[in-house]
């Protein structure tokens, strides 16, 4: 079926994101957005922009019938949720396949399987692919015996969500019920699930994550992975492909578990499979699947010069898979950093406001995705990034000096950005050499080591 006009459902970067793509592709955009961000880009670039509601997420990007409606309304033929909000809630595909609206996504049933986290292991074993030692309790007196045959340190995760809420560490036996019980309200309060389940905490592991596409009907193909491991409280901050230090065997293990768990589920679309690697072990476990496009999706880009929302409408509107997998082909490196209004020397809290200028850089090999300008407002309802700089070339290190100039280079004024700290990590000699597992950012905060001058700040 031909997709002439798609309502994007979000807002930000990703919405920007999304219409580029759309042009070229000569169909016509309509960006849902809320009160707050009628005057945006988005809504500027947008052949036409409609209003859902109210600036807090729960009154506009969260209303899954609101967003249907208006699609409905526009005569859109498709939606795109982006990435957060609702791109990965069952009920928004859902309501599409009633209204015969297309979802840019995959099916309700395949959101549903993976978001559900005990599932989506039962799915990785199904699939042969090493899951982390742990399993699913439903009573303190369970999880003790599980956390004694597993081991400390333990992780405690919410069933039904993500992103760092309803996860407590635990390194003694004797914490673990205040820390089940702290999870388990953080889990229901977050994502109205209560739920958890137990794994081991690999203390040296990396987060390399596979990007795939699926053609709903068995086929899948990978483009190559990438390394996730600089994060702070489960949040990313730089990103890069390929993921440096790791032998051809482990990479190519992470490949077919990766295409292996997305055919047991006949994915459709785009997704990533992430994974966590025991740096001490030299193994693989599967962590989840992100059935959506990816913040970081843009280094996938550089290396292999595919548009992966090309193929997410292409998968969507019935095209299929337009590459095989010898047909993918892998260019040099590329490293990205999220540029975010926020505040590193007030642990990261939020900084919104105004943007009083807004200089991005450019330079051969860069690439800027950003929503903000000179004059921007950053409202306080939604997430602190204000845009993503990525740097190609045909090595690490190159890719590397030439994103920390670009840091440089960039002057965002009016708020507080990260900027500084952005250009600190990258110069940071442990990062520098590669393969840093997770614990490596909360190691570098506590060293205490300062921001670099050299850096334009807010």
Request: glycine share 10%; net charge neutral; proline share 5%.
């Amino acid at each position: 079926m031909a997709i002439r006009r798609i309502l994007i459902a979000n807002r930000g970067e990703i919405a920007v994101r999304i219409i580029r793509s759309c042009r070229a592709l000569g169909i016509e955009t309509v960006v849902a957005a809320s009160e707050a961000d009628r005057d945006s880009l988005p809504t500027r670039l947008a052949d036409r922009t409609v209003c859902i509601g109210p600036g807090p997420a729960r009154d506009s990007y969260l209303r899954a019938t609101t967003i249907v409606q208006a699609a409905l309304g526009v005569g859109a033929d498709a939606i795109h949720p982006g990435y957060g909000f609702l791109s990965e809630r069952p009920e928004l595909a859902s309501l599409c396949e009633q209204q015969q609206l297309i979802f840019i996504g995959p099916a309700a049933a395949q959101l549903a399987a993976v978001g559900d986290k005990l599932r989506a292991r039962e799915f990785a074993i199904a699939a042969g692919v090493a899951t982390v030692p742990g399993g699913q309790i439903d009573s303190t007196a369970a999880a003790l015996t599980l956390a004694r045959q597993i081991g400390t340190p333990l992780l405690v995760k919410a069933a039904a969500g993500g992103g760092g809420r309803g996860m407590q560490r635990v390194e003694r036996l004797e914490d673990l019920p205040a820390a089940l019980e702290l999870a388990a309200a953080e889990a229901g309060a977050a994502f109205g699930d209560p739920r958890v389940y137990l794994e081991r905490f690999v203390t040296t592991g990396r987060h390399i994550e596979v990007q795939v596409l699926g053609d709903g009907q068995g086929q899948v193909i990978h483009l190559g992975e990438r390394d996730c491991s600089v994060q702070r409280r489960y949040q990313k901050l730089i990103e890069e492909t390929p993921a440096p230090g790791l032998t051809a065997a482990l990479r190519g293990q992470l490949h077919a578990a990766a295409v292996a768990f997305a055919q047991r589920l006949a994915y459709r679309g785009a997704g990533t499979v992430e994974f966590l690697v025991d740096t001490e072990r030299q193994a693989c476990y599967f962590l989840e699947m992100n059935a959506r496009i990816q913040v970081e999706h843009p280094v996938t880009e550089a290396v292999t010069g595919i548009d992966l929302v090309a193929e997410q409408i292409a998968i969507a509107a019935g095209a299929g898979l337009r590459l095989r997998q010898n047909e993918v082909q892998l260019h040099g490196c590329a490293i990205e950093c999220r540029v975010n209004a926020e505040d590193a020397e007030r642990d990261f809290a939020p900084c919104p406001g105004r943007i009083d200028t807004a200089t991005w850089p450019a330079a051969p090999g860069l690439r800027v995705d950003t929503h903000i300008e000179s004059g921007s407002p950053v409202p306080p309802y939604y997430d602190s990034l204000l845009g993503k700089i990525i740097a190609h070339a045909a090595d690490r290190a190159t890719a590397r000096q030439s994103l920390a100039r670009a840091i440089d280079a960039t002057r965002i004024t009016g708020i507080t950005t990260n900027l500084r700290f952005l250009a600190t990590v990258l110069r940071d000699a442990q990062f520098a050499t590669g393969g840093v597992d997770t614990g490596f950012l909360q190691r570098f905060l506590a060293s205490g080591r300062p921001p670099a001058e050299s850096a334009a700040h807010g």
